[in-house]
Structure formats: C-alpha cells, structure tokens
C-alpha cells in the first residue's frame, strides 16, 4: 500500500509542521494558489509505513545474497562511517582545491592503489557506474584509434559468454559488434576469434574470470592475437573480485580496465546507484583518460582537466564520480591494506569451490565439471526440468522461502536452467552449509511435491509475479484522484 | 517436439518456408521460443532492407533474455508481421504460424543448404546434451 492510500483529509505530523509561513520574496503572481500533493499522514503512519516497506527489504543486511557475477558481499560500517564524517558531505565539488587537500590526497591514494593491484599505469575515478567506466573504455579505444588516423577499425570483439553490458557499450560507441564463441571447456574459442580478427577490429572485450566462472587459460595468445591485428584488449572488471591481489590485468596484457567499486571494493551496491567505475589505462591510452583526474603537483593536490589533457575523451558528469562511493572504496582499502587484498581473492576463490563441491555432492549438476570455480559457479537444472517440470526459477522462488536470496538466475544465456552462484568471501562456512541444505531440500521437493516449488514463493510478502504483465504494461505511476 | 518436416532450419533456431511466390517466410522454431520463455517484445527489420545470410536483422525478447534473429538467407525484406509488434505471444502460441518476415533470396542455393527437420532435430538433441 502506498503512503498516498493512507491518506486521510486534515491528518498531519504536528511535531514536524511550520509554525509559522516562511518569509519569502517571490511575486504573488509566481506561487502556486492550490497546496502540494503531499499524503496527510501521522508521524506514526510515516514510521511504520517505511519501518515496514524496510522489513520487505531482501538485502545484503539481512540475508545471504549468492548474486552470481554481481559480487555481492558485506559493506564494512567503518567505510560509511568515515565516509559520512561531516567534513566531506559538507564539501562543496566547486570548493577551491586548497581547502580540500585531504579529500584530493585519499581520491589520489585511490587512483594509486587501484592503479597497483590492477597493474594499469593510470586511472580515472571520474565514471559514475560500471556502465559508465565501459563507456569510457570504449570510447578511449576509438579515441586512440583516431589519433593515429587509424580509422578503418569498426568492429568490436565480443565472446558469447559475455554480460549484455559489452555489446550495447560497443554499439554505444558507433562500433559493430563480432560475437565469438566458447569452447566446452568454458574458454574462448581461440581458433574462432583468429578467424574473426583483421584489419577492421578496434578490440576485443573480455570478462576473466568469464561469466562461466573461469579463468580464461589461453589469455596469452588470446592477446597475442588481438594485439597482433592491431587490435586493443578492453578487461571488464566485473569479476575482479575473483584475482584481486594475485593476478593483474595489466600483467595479462590488458590496455584498458574498467572496475566497478560497488562490487569489488564492497560499496553500496544494487537499487541503481550511486555507483563507481573507475577505469585504468596502460601508457599508450593515458593521453585518453576522462577528467577530472587528481595529481600531485610539488605539494599540493590538484584536479586535471581538458587543459592539461587535450586529447582526453571529456567530462562523463559535471564533477568526478560519486565521492561518497569513492570515499567509502578507498576506506575499505586502507582497511585491507595489501596483505588484506589477496585475502579477498584467496576466500572468495575458496567459499565458491567449497560451495560447489559441496553441491554436486548433493546430486546438482555442474555446467563446467572438469573446471576449477573461479569466484563463482554454474548449477544447470536441466536434467531436473525434463525430470520433475521444476525450472530454475521455480527453484530460484523457492529459495526466497528458504530465507535465502535467488543467484542468478538464466545468466550466462549459453547454459540451459542455470543458476550462477558466487558466495563472496565474506560468508562463513555456517552460511555457506546452510545454503547448500536449503538447495538439497528444495532438491528433494522437486522430486516429491514439485507443485509446492512450482508455486513458491509462499512466504513472501508477494506471490509469484507476472513477468510479461510487468515488461509488457509497465506501471510505475500513480495518480491522485 | 515440434519440428513440421516441410520446413527449413537454421543452426541458429530460425525457421523458413518457401511462400509460392518465391520468397521465404522467417520465424523462430518451437524450441527457440521454449528456451526464451514468455515473449515480450518483438523487433522486425525494415521492409526494402537488403540482409546478407547471417546478419542479425531482428530481436525477440522474453522475460529472461533478448536474442538476435538472423537472416537465413541473403535477399531483400519484402515483408513483415506487424501484428507480433502487439502480439508477440503468438510466436509462444504457435511458432510456426507466427513468421516474423518475408525475404526475397538473392542466392537460391542458400535455401538448399538450410538444414531439413531432421537435421535440426539432431542439432536440437545435441545441445540437450
């Protein structure tokens, strides 16, 4: 129920209304004769509405949250305490550089840490999302392409198993998307994507650890061949999370990353921002880098822009990135420190083997069996539908009555009845058994009483929801009447 | 499963069939639409849109994911179903009487090297596992 549907004539929050009329300096003529449409409500009806609408809330908070490729782990309160430190929610973006010396000097720690564990030579905070850092990436390649009057180069590379994010991000930048398959062990099909480079090719997108949950174990001669066409090699860092510390994109020969901070560096993440997607660049792209970026100049921090980098690929917002988000990124690795980020990778890797052994021990089938779980793993049910008639959403709902959040489910789109599961290294292993009995459970109603998974979810706040309903008559408004 | 023998397929899930005058009706097979689920939205290409043979010229999107449909054949859009534009259950109703478009081949050959209905069975059960 709305808070508007609550709404009853002359009911008000007395504590929280004006005393007295503001005194303003507007001409009649310019202010608004009938009042705001504003819901008449109690303090007590605001409380419990919200109070409530929050206890509805499946999130990171309260339950386990096994989101495959999203990376969904626990966000320190430490980093959003520091964050929220009234100095920097205070701090104005167009506040002269002088009087924010200390807030350059953390996003310039930033810039270096990331630069560090990813092995890039130079990065930009200034993307708002991951979305947007892939935009920036793609746009620096044909940036750097143009800049050699290179111009013949219009494809973009794209593995099968990617995220949807790569080819609309290619397609966004005027580039015409190759799709190139996988082979059945989980890896880029090498001999396709040779017959797919030339002279046409800008670069090659790639995920590794892939969508699969794989590391890519050709990644040398997968560069040595887009590198050899003249081609650039773009790493999604959307699985990052899975090699931070140990293996660097840089060192794989990557020119240009993009990260996405909302799941790695374990800020806030879901409900559509404020994200962060800073993007790091090898020698040959930096010229590129979107600004602002902040450098140290003698002793003092300083924002660059257009003027000292002409050849950038421009501003993605009036400012740089969501500071709060940033803020919250470099508090959280201060607090891992270099030891601490190896750590991440090392559990991480660790839960999501543990997870998946423990699974196919249960009788679930694994998409990849002869394959080592990256971060995360893939479950196909697909032998359990032709059995049972129970798909992967069915099981997917019925998780939810588990206390337990959905993975991901139908992703990546190469599997039949896939569940993609990645644990995070912040779940113990109580967790993590606990989940694997839930998933054995619902298992075994499969076999039994499918109807009752069929039909999950039943104790949710909501039933099943009507999928073609909601894409097909999207209804997000409501009128007053 | 579903796979009329009269018809033609592609390894990438379409469907064709040869119109009597001469041109070739597209839609996605029986399988397809059970991989994507409910439909939601259909994207036909533009009638006089010359296609090669497989270049994307469509989508199908369902509640679960969005797929690229492929020209079978090359030739010329000389057709297509604008009632899936409100309708696009009807390719989950009946995937062979719901075509998407109608081509004009340029290259009579290419409908002969289609795969027949038992060839794409065999492709079909092979993905299965």
Same mark, same amino acid.
């Given at each position: 129920?709305?808070?508007?549907?609550? /709404?009853?004539?002359?009911?008000?929050?007395?504590? @929280?209304?004006?005393?007295?009329?503001?005194?303003?300096?507007?001409?009649?003529?310019?202010?608004?004769?009938?009042?705001?449409?504003?819901?008449?409500?109690? $303090?007590?009806?605001?409380?419990?509405?919200?109070? *409530?609408?929050? @206890?509805?809330?499946?999130?990171?908070?309260?339950?386990?949250?096994?989101?495959?490729?999203?990376?969904? #782990?626990?966000?320190?309160?430490?980093?959003?305490?520091?964050?929220?430190?009234?100095?920097?929610?205070?701090?104005?973006?167009?506040?002269?550089? #002088?009087?924010?010396?200390? +807030?350059?000097?953390?996003?310039?720690?930033?810039?270096?840490?990331?630069?560090?564990?990813?092995?890039?030579?130079?990065?930009?905070?200034?993307?708002?999302?991951?979305?947007?850092?892939?935009?920036?990436?793609?746009?620096?390649? *044909?940036?750097?392409?143009?800049?050699?009057?290179?111009?013949?180069?219009?494809?973009?590379?794209?593995?099968?198993?990617?995220?949807?994010?790569?080819?609309?991000?290619?397609?966004?930048?005027?580039?015409?998307?190759?799709?190139?398959?996988? &082979?059945?062990?989980?890896?880029? &099909?090498?001999?396709?994507?040779?017959?797919?480079?030339?002279?046409?090719?800008?670069?090659?997108?790639?995920?590794?650890?892939?969508?699969?949950?794989? +590391? $890519?174990?050709?990644?040398?001669?997968?560069?040595?061949?887009?590198?050899?066409?003249?081609?650039?090699?773009?790493?999604?860092?959307?699985?990052?999370?899975?090699?931070?510390?140990?293996?660097?994109?840089?060192?794989?020969?990557?020119?240009?990353?993009?990260?996405?901070?909302?799941?790695? +560096?374990?800020?806030?993440?879901?409900?559509?921002?404020?994200?962060?997607?800073?993007?790091?660049?090898?020698?040959?792209? #930096?010229?590129?880098?979107?600004?602002?970026?902040?450098? *140290?100049?003698?002793?003092?921090?300083?924002?660059?822009?257009?003027?000292?980098?002409?050849?950038?690929?421009?501003?993605?917002?009036?400012?740089?990135?969501?500071?709060?988000?940033?803020?919250?990124?470099?508090?959280?690795?201060?607090?891992?420190?270099?030891?601490?980020?190896?750590?991440?990778?090392?559990?991480?890797?660790?839960?999501?083997?543990?997870?998946?052994?423990?699974?196919?021990? +249960?009788?679930?089938?694994?998409?990849?069996?002869?394959?080592?779980?990256?971060?995360?793993?893939?479950?196909?049910?697909?032998?359990?539908?032709?059995?049972?008639?129970?798909?992967?959403?069915?099981?997917?709902?019925?998780?939810?009555?588990?206390?337990?959040?959905?993975?991901?489910?139908?992703?990546?789109?190469?599997?039949?009845?896939?569940?993609?599961?990645?644990?995070?290294?912040?779940? /113990?292993?109580?967790?993590?058994?606990?989940?694997?009995?839930?998933?054995?459970?619902?298992?075994?109603?499969?076999?039994?009483?499918?109807?009752?998974?069929? @039909?999950?979810?039943?104790?949710?706040?909501?039933?099943?929801?009507?999928?073609? *309903?909601?894409?097909?008559?999207?209804?997000?408004?409501?009128?007053?009447? | 499963?579903?796979?009329?023998?009269?018809?033609? =397929?592609?390894?990438?899930?379409?469907?064709?069939?040869?119109? %009597?005058? !001469?041109?070739?009706?597209? !839609?996605?097979?029986?399988?397809?639409?059970?991989?994507?689920?409910?439909?939601? =939205?259909?994207?036909?290409?533009?009638?006089?849109?010359?296609?090669?043979?497989?270049?994307?010229? !469509?989508?199908?999107?369902?509640?679960? %994911? %969005?797929?690229?449909?492929?020209?079978?054949?090359?030739?010329?859009?000389?057709?297509?179903?604008?009632?899936?534009?409100?309708?696009?259950?009807?390719?989950?109703?009946?995937?062979?009487?719901?075509?998407?478009?109608?081509?004009?081949?340029?290259?009579?050959?290419? =409908?002969?090297?289609?795969?027949?209905? %038992?060839?794409?069975?065999?492709?079909?059960?092979?993905?299965?596992?």
């Amino acid at each position: 129920m709305l808070i508007f549907d609550q /709404s009853r004539t002359g009911r008000r929050a007395q504590a @929280q209304s004006p005393k007295r009329a503001a005194q303003i300096d507007i001409a009649r003529n310019l202010l608004r004769e009938d009042d705001l449409l504003l819901p008449a409500v109690s $303090e007590m009806d605001v409380v419990r509405h919200y109070t *409530r609408l929050s @206890q509805q809330n499946f999130s990171i908070d309260t339950h386990f949250y096994p989101l495959g490729s999203c990376t969904m #782990k626990y966000n320190p309160r430490a980093c959003n305490a520091l964050a929220m430190l009234p100095g920097f929610v205070g701090r104005h973006p167009l506040a002269p550089a #002088k009087t924010g010396q200390a +807030f350059l000097s953390f996003m310039h720690e930033l810039q270096t840490m990331l630069c560090e564990v990813t092995g890039m030579k130079a990065v930009s905070l200034a993307p708002m999302a991951g979305a947007q850092g892939e935009f920036a990436g793609v746009a620096m390649i *044909r940036a750097y392409h143009e800049s050699r009057g290179d111009s013949g180069r219009s494809e973009i590379i794209v593995p099968d198993a990617a995220h949807g994010t790569n080819p609309a991000t290619a397609t966004m930048c005027g580039y015409k998307v190759r799709e190139v398959p996988t &082979d059945g062990d989980g890896n880029v &099909d090498l001999a396709a994507l040779s017959a797919v480079v030339g002279p046409q090719t800008a670069g090659l997108m790639l995920t590794n650890p892939s969508t699969l949950g794989v +590391f $890519e174990r050709t990644i040398e001669q997968i560069r040595q061949v887009v590198h050899n066409a003249g081609g650039l090699l773009y790493y999604d860092g959307a699985n990052l999370n899975a090699i931070l510390g140990r293996v660097r994109p840089g060192d794989m020969g990557f020119d240009v990353i993009h990260m996405n901070l909302h799941k790695t +560096f374990s800020t806030p993440h879901g409900g559509g921002g404020p994200g962060a997607g800073p993007v790091g660049v090898n020698e040959r792209l #930096k010229p590129f880098l979107p600004v602002p970026i902040v450098e *140290r100049v003698e002793d003092a921090y300083v924002m660059i822009d257009e003027v000292q980098r002409p050849q950038t690929i421009g501003r993605l917002s009036a400012f740089m990135g969501n500071p709060g988000v940033l803020l919250r990124a470099y508090v959280y690795a201060r607090m891992l420190g270099r030891e601490g980020m190896r750590r991440v990778a090392d559990f991480a890797t660790l839960n999501a083997n543990y997870l998946m052994a423990k699974l196919r021990r +249960f009788g679930f089938e694994l998409a990849y069996p002869e394959r080592r779980a990256s971060h995360e793993f893939i479950v196909t049910l697909q032998a359990l539908k032709s059995e049972t008639g129970v798909t992967a959403m069915d099981f997917a709902k019925r998780l939810l009555d588990k206390g337990f959040h959905a993975p991901t489910t139908y992703f990546p789109l190469l599997v039949p009845e896939c569940l993609l599961i990645e644990p995070t290294e912040t779940e /113990s292993k109580q967790t993590l058994d606990a989940f694997a009995a839930a998933m054995k459970e619902i298992l075994d109603e499969a076999r039994t009483q499918p109807e009752l998974v069929r @039909q999950a979810p039943h104790a949710m706040p909501v039933r099943r929801l009507d999928d073609v *309903r909601a894409a097909r008559q999207l209804d997000l408004r409501w009128m007053a009447t | 499963m579903s796979i009329p023998a009269e018809l033609k =397929y592609t390894d990438t899930h379409e469907w064709v069939r040869k119109e %009597a005058d !001469g041109s070739v009706s597209v !839609g996605i097979t029986h399988h397809a639409q059970d991989l994507l689920g409910d439909l939601v =939205y259909v994207e036909n290409p533009q009638v006089g849109r010359e296609v090669n043979k497989g270049e994307e010229c !469509g989508v199908v999107e369902s509640v679960k %994911a %969005a797929s690229d449909i492929y020209a079978p054949v090359t030739g010329r859009v000389v057709a297509v179903n604008n009632e899936l534009a409100d309708a696009p259950e009807r390719i989950n109703q009946d995937a062979y009487d719901a075509w998407m478009f109608r081509l004009q081949p340029t290259e009579p050959r290419e =409908y002969e090297m289609l795969l027949d209905a %038992a060839g794409y069975g065999a492709l079909v059960e092979s993905q299965e596992h």
